[in-house]
């Protein structure tokens, strides 16, 4: 079966502009997590959303967002981006949690700001 | 508050030998552990949960909670098995985890010829 699906891959933004990434989880599952993945501080969690419904924040400024569809795929907006946020955004699907399922992650979209 | 401590940063071992990967966390709860595992250019992949007492790709880990403690064994290392590991907890309330997962920093295996 189909993977979690992440697009775009790649992305170059200007500083200040603002971008949203997608992910489409792996079919049957309702939960989608997001995490940011940087070198220095490596995978931080972001948020998740379950049945169109956020269950879940990170610790992140209010320029994080996210919502899911009712076909559980999910969409993270950052607006007014800074240099920092050039990171690998990864989405994860589960079941409904990841108590005793575990996490499926896709490939993730590499964001450069510059 | 949880975190997920994996004291080395890089660990390099030869074929055949055995190696640990150590994993030490801090959580107030009922813990859920996972080891993941990224090969190069590969994405990120579950490997072990502790809840499920499996053995993966020769790969053993077991909870010890008088240590904190979820270290990853193998007896015999492979090449393939170079890869940047990470352990994750999974905090949950009333059963559910509401997707939080608390990576370590990750050790970076490699395993030599």
């Known amino acids: 079966k189909a993977g979690v699906t992440q697009t775009p891959r790649y992305l170059i933004k200007t500083r200040g502009q603002q971008v949203t990434l997608s992910c489409s989880p792996i079919s049957g599952h309702r939960s989608v997590s997001w995490y940011q993945q940087t070198p220095g501080q490596g995978l931080q969690f972001l948020f998740e959303y379950f049945s169109e419904t956020q269950r879940n924040k990170g610790n992140f400024p209010g320029r994080f967002s996210g919502r899911q569809f009712s076909n559980s795929r999910s969409e993270m907006n950052v607006s007014t981006l800074e240099l920092g946020d050039s990171a690998l955004y990864l989405c994860a699907s589960s079941l409904g949690g990841a108590r005793s399922y575990g996490y499926t992650f896709g490939s993730g979209t590499r964001l450069t700001v510059v | ?113």
């Not at chain 2, 859920?32 to 490997?47: C, G, K």
């Not at chain 2, 270290?71 to 492979?78: C, G, M, R, T």
């Open chain 2, 1 to 113: 508050a949880q975190r997920v401590t994996q004291p080395e940063k890089l660990l390099s071992v030869f074929k055949g030998a055995p190696v640990e990967l150590k994993c030490n966390y801090s959580y107030s709860g009922s813990p859920e552990l996972f080891w993941y595992v990224q090969y190069s250019r590969q994405r990120l992949q579950l490997l072990l949960r502790h809840i499920s007492r499996e053995s993966i790709k020769g790969f053993t880990a077991d909870l010890n909670k008088g240590e904190t403690s979820f270290h990853l064994k193998k007896p015999f290392a492979q090449e393939e098995d170079s890869a940047m590991y990470y352990c994750a907890l999974s905090s949950n309330a009333g059963g559910t985890s509401y997707g939080k997962l608390t990576f370590g920093q990750g050790t970076i295996l490699t395993v030599h010829p």
